[in-house]
């Protein structure tokens, strides 16, 4: 019994770490990008987390780990979904929106799995959890307008919350797409799809900066965010990640994502040390999102012991 509390115990620290690895993302992506291109931002960035994953994959389970089994294609669909989808459309949200609306709309992950499964499978979420849903869907459209949907409409807040809900999507579509995988460690199946992945980001930004879109980082401008993007590499790319499926090994898939809850309010305690300011229609949307998540996880859990 003592040793499963210990379990616990250091399960709930990995995923704090993997909160305040992943709550400080979008901060200092939204810093980055204010000097670097997104496109490249992405490709420098998964470049070198790849290389990483890649060799603690070798040293761990060996050369055979990097056959793909037949299953080629479906990883690098998934990876480029993925990794491309989500990096590319959350770093230019940033550049139209606020951090902290990034990171909100993002939070909707776990009720756009549950719908997903729905379309998909047929499984019909329960009543609770729909109005959990239908609450933080609200929730995010009174932030991300701030009670005024035609103000949202200026300044691009409305388009970088669309890409944002856009880089939802391709990552829950990557978290959907692990049970073909089924056999594959967690390391295995972050890094056979991180590599096409990040091939993807590569050709992408290329294409990009030939179409006069993208524009490659200079030297000085690396110089000048280089703790940004090292930000990006080491805690969010990887101490994040591996502190992420330690911990939920540990832990099971509901208290991590109860935990990882905390994510919007470790953004929006950024900001507001930033000095940035919220209207009340703000700060009630924010509480409502996480208070419907927080209350569907709860009920889930319930469900789950019953």
Same mark, same amino acid.
């Given at each position: 019994?003592?040793?499963?509390?210990?379990?616990?115990?250091?399960?709930?620290?990995?995923?704090?770490?993997?909160?305040?690895?992943?709550?400080?993302?979008?901060?200092?992506?939204?810093?980055?990008?204010?000097? #670097?291109?997104?496109?490249?931002? /992405?490709?420098?960035? @998964?470049?070198?987390?790849?290389?990483?994953?890649?060799?603690?994959?070798?040293?761990?389970?060996?050369?055979?780990?990097?056959? @793909?089994?037949?299953?080629?294609?479906?990883?690098? =669909?998934?990876?480029?979904?993925?990794?491309?989808?989500?990096?590319?459309?959350?770093?230019?949200?940033?550049?139209?929106?606020?951090?902290?609306?990034? +990171?909100?709309?993002?939070?909707?992950?776990?009720?756009?799995?549950?719908?997903?499964?729905?379309?998909?499978? /047929? =499984?019909?979420?329960?009543?609770?959890?729909?109005?959990?849903?239908?609450?933080?869907?609200?929730?995010?459209?009174?932030?991300?307008?701030? /009670?005024?949907?035609?103000?949202?409409?200026?300044?691009?807040?409305?388009?970088?919350?669309?890409?944002? #809900?856009?880089? +939802?999507?391709?990552?829950?579509?990557?978290? #959907?797409?692990?049970?073909?995988?089924?056999?594959?460690?967690?390391?295995?199946?972050?890094?056979?799809?991180?590599?096409?992945?990040?091939?993807?980001?590569?050709?992408?930004?290329?294409?990009?900066?030939?179409?006069?879109?993208?524009?490659?980082?200079?030297? +000085?401008?690396?110089?000048?965010?280089?703790?940004?993007?090292?930000?990006?590499?080491?805690?969010?790319?990887i101490v994040g990640v591996?502190?992420?499926?330690?911990?939920?090994?540990?832990?099971?898939?509901?208290d991590a994502v109860l935990?990882?809850?905390?994510?919007?309010?470790?953004?929006?305690?950024?900001?507001?040390?930033?000095?940035?300011?919220?209207?009340?229609?703000?700060?009630?949307?924010?509480?409502?999102?996480? /208070?419907?998540?927080?209350?569907?996880?709860? @009920?889930?859990?319930?469900?789950?012991?019953?």
């Amino acid at each position: 019994m003592a040793l499963r509390r210990d379990r616990f115990a250091a399960g709930v620290l990995l995923l704090l770490v993997t909160v305040l690895s992943w709550g400080g993302t979008f901060p200092v992506g939204k810093s980055a990008v204010s000097g #670097l291109d997104p496109y490249w931002l /992405g490709a420098i960035r @998964y470049l070198f987390t790849a290389s990483f994953f890649a060799a603690v994959l070798a040293l761990t389970e060996g050369p055979r780990a990097f056959r @793909y089994e037949g299953r080629f294609a479906a990883a690098a =669909a998934i990876g480029v979904i993925g990794f491309c989808g989500f990096n590319l459309l959350a770093f230019i949200a940033l550049q139209y929106t606020r951090a902290e609306h990034v +990171a909100l709309v993002n939070a909707l992950q776990a009720p756009m799995t549950a719908l997903a499964h729905w379309v998909w499978r /047929g =499984a019909r979420p329960a009543r609770f959890t729909l109005a959990c849903m239908a609450t933080a869907f609200v929730g995010v459209s009174l932030v991300v307008t701030r /009670g005024d949907p035609a103000a949202a409409l200026q300044g691009g807040s409305l388009v970088g919350a669309v890409l944002a #809900l856009g880089a +939802a999507v391709s990552w829950v579509t990557y978290v #959907l797409g692990v049970v073909k995988f089924s056999g594959f460690s967690a390391l295995r199946y972050t890094t056979l799809t991180c590599l096409p992945g990040t091939l993807g980001l590569l050709v992408i930004a290329a294409a990009a900066t030939a179409a006069g879109v993208a524009h490659p980082p200079g030297a +000085a401008a690396l110089h000048q965010f280089r703790w940004e993007v090292a930000y990006l590499i080491v805690f969010t790319g990887i101490v994040g990640v591996l502190c992420w499926n330690a911990g939920i090994q540990r832990v099971g898939p509901l208290d991590a994502v109860l935990l990882a809850n905390l994510i919007p309010i470790v953004v929006f305690a950024i900001a507001a040390l930033q000095g940035t300011r919220f209207a009340p229609v703000e700060v009630g949307g924010a509480a409502l999102v996480i /208070g419907a998540l927080v209350a569907n996880n709860l @009920y889930l859990r319930r469900a789950a012991g019953k």
